[in-house]
């Protein structure tokens, strides 16, 4: 008898079609409540999820024949990791299928905002032609500092390679600095850096990581890019930031607004009035969190998880 795996959420087409060849039975289901998954996931042996509803004891706890949790993506905090590996349930996830699209992403997201390239072209496009108020800034001889230097970190630091910078980076675990970046204290990188880059998972010790404090540490005014998750920063404090001039600017794929599944944004109609600040800010950007939303990685994320499933569950 094969193995049965329940998608539910929508991926490439690889994924569905390599576990079919290598002999899984596949069901969809991308509607259903997480209650009502809940009431057949007993029948499964491994579920592929995006982010779609969180996982939690109650569902493990209704789980009972489930083997290995897919998490198409790079983090796993939709997920009661703990509970999950305690019940003998094998997480996965690909966060190195995305990592050059973020890598890429963050690269093209400091540039336009030390060019002004995003405001110049809706000033022109409004019929403005402003040469001196769009004047900007050159990423040789600044100093980036990356906090979180795992698969996200270490490729964005690669592709800071071409440029004439100082590259540090900050990270929990010890002896991750590489060529590309020096590992040091966050003390020393909050006193050197000019552009800070977030590449962290969401945890309780990163949630609301960003605030008053941690941006009053930082010994020059600063840009920041966050491409990891929205709850690291309190926006809030970020404008706040913003206004006294400590941050010079921001790029934002992800916000605290942001609801679990990514895929929308409030939880409410109400726009908090930190948001509305950023939404008028010409030096800010925002993207709807697509960092490592491109063609590639799309393929990339689904071989990757294909590869990893087949690797830990081998059907006779």
């Known amino acids: 008898m094969s193995a049965k795996i329940l998608h539910i959420d929508s991926n490439n ?103 002004n390239l995003n405001q110049a072209d809706a000033e022109i496009k409004a019929g403005h032609w402003n040469r001196e108020s769009n004047r900007g800034h050159e990423l040789d001889g600044k100093t980036v500092g990356i906090i979180g230097y795992g698969n996200m970190g270490k490729a964005f630091a690669k592709k ?79 404008v706040e930031a913003m206004k006294a001039r400590k941050v010079l600017g921001a790029g934002l794929d992800v916000l605290e607004y942001e609801k ?4 929308t944004l409030f939880q409410d109609n109400n726009t908090p009035e930190a948001y509305q600040y950023l939404l008028d800010a010409k030096n800010v950007l925002l993207t709807p969190h697509i960092a490592g939303w491109t063609f590639e990685s799309h393929e990339r994320l689904a071989q990757v998880i294909v590869d990893k499933i087949k690797a830990v569950y081998r059907i006779n």
Not at 60 to 88: H, M, P, T, W
Not at 208 to 223: E, G, L, R, S
């Open 13 to 115: 087409p690889i994924l569905w079609n390599q576990l079919e060849e290598a002999g899984f039975e596949n069901h969809a289901d991308f509607k259903s409540s997480k209650e009502e998954i809940e009431s057949k996931i007993q029948d499964y042996n491994g579920i592929v999820i995006r982010s779609r509803f969180k996982i939690d004891k109650t569902f493990l706890d209704k789980a009972a024949n489930l083997q290995f949790i897919a998490r198409v993506g790079a983090g796993l905090e939709s997920i009661d990791c703990e509970y999950a590996e305690a019940s003998g349930i094998h997480l996965i996830a690909a966060p190195e299928g995305n990592r050059n699209a973020v890598a890429e992403h963050s690269l093209g997201v400091i540039l336009s905002l030390f060019n």
């Open 160 to 238: 800071l390679r071409g440029f004439e910078v100082n590259v540090l980076c900050y990270d929990i675990l010890e002896n991750v600095g590489d060529e590309n970046a020096a590992q040091v204290s966050l003390h020393e990188l909050q006193q050197k850096a000019d552009v800070l880059s977030l590449h962290l998972p969401w945890t309780p010790e990163t949630d609301k990581m960003v605030n008053t404090d941690f941006i009053n540490a930082f010994a020059k005014p600063f840009w920041i890019i966050n491409t990891s998750r929205g709850k690291n920063i309190v926006t809030a404090d970020l």
């Open 260 to 263: 679990l599944s990514f895929e």
